[in-house]
C-alpha cells in the first residue's frame, strides 16, 4: 500500500506564510510527478503547483510568486512554502503524486487525505 499525509496547515493572518509537507511511504518503487491541489468551499479542486522528476515546476496564475514547490526525493517528500496568503487562498490542500508501487508496474495516482489552510483577513 502506498499513502500521501500532507502537514503543515492552519491558521495564519493574510501576508503571512506557511509551508505544507507531503510525505509519501509504503511499497513504492518510484514517484513521478507530484502536485498540490486545493478545494475552497463551494468550489472545484484546482491544481496548484506540480513539481516534475527534471526538477520542472509549474504553478497556477493565482499563486505565481507567491508559493514555492520543491521535493525532497531522498525522503519522498514534497513541500509547498506559501508567502504572502490571501484570504482567497483558503481551502483544504491535497497532495498527489503518480507512484510505482510493488504491488502494479504502472503509475497510479494517489492523493492525500488534505491538510486545511484557513487565512484571515
Known amino acids: 500500500q502506498v499513502h500521501l499525509v500532507e502537514s503543515g496547515g492552519g491558521l495564519v493572518q493574510a501576508g503571512g506564510s506557511l509551508r505544507l509537507s507531503c510525505e509519501a511511504s509504503g511499497s513504492i518503487v518510484s514517484i513521478d510527478a507530484m502536485g498540490w491541489y486545493r478545494q475552497a468551499p463551494g468550489k472545484q479542486r484546482e491544481l496548484v503547483a506540480t513539481?516534475?522528476?527534471?526538477?520542472?515546476?509549474d504553478y497556477a496564475d493565482s499563486v505565481k510568486g507567491r508559493f514555492a514547490v520543491s521535493r525532497d526525493t531522498a525522503k519522498n517528500t514534497m513541500y509547498l512554502v506559501m508567502y504572502s496568503l490571501k484570504p482567497e487562498d483558503t481551502a483544504i490542500y491535497y497532495c498527489n503524486a503518480g507512484i510505482v508501487s510493488v504491488d502494479s508496474p504502472y503509475v497510479n495516482e494517489y492523493w492525500g487525505q488534505g491538510t486545511q489552510v484557513t487565512v484571515s483577513s
Open positions: 513539481f516534475r522528476n527534471r526538477g520542472t515546476t
